[in-house]
């Protein structure tokens, strides 16, 4: 019976690190998916601020044209 107390002490210290390196390894995972939607976010904000550029613009040359 001894031995199986070191078994089982031996097999939660590995099962310990195992779920030690997935906590580590989603981590990594959740930073890189955090740093990839962030700059998904910019270019659509940059997108996003052209396009209403352009609207502006044609929305002056409109009232431009109505008021000739």
């Keep these: 019976m001894?031995?199986?107390g070191?078994?089982?002490t031996?097999?939660?210290a590995v099962v310990h690190?195992?779920?030690r390196m997935d906590r580590r390894d989603l981590a990594s995972e959740l930073g890189h998916?955090?740093?990839q939607a962030d700059a998904q976010a910019t270019q659509a904000l940059?997108?996003?601020r052209s396009k209403d550029?352009?609207?502006e613009e044609l929305r002056t040359s409109v009232i431009?044209?109505?008021m000739e």
């Design 33 to 35: 998916a955090a740093k």
């Design 46 to 48: 940059s997108l996003l």
């Design 64 to 66: 431009e044209k109505s």
């Design 17 to 19: 690190e195992l779920v």
């Design 2 to 4: 001894g031995d199986d």
């Design 53 to 55: 550029a352009e609207n």
């Design 6 to 8: 070191g078994l089982s």
């Design 10 to 12: 031996a097999f939660r």
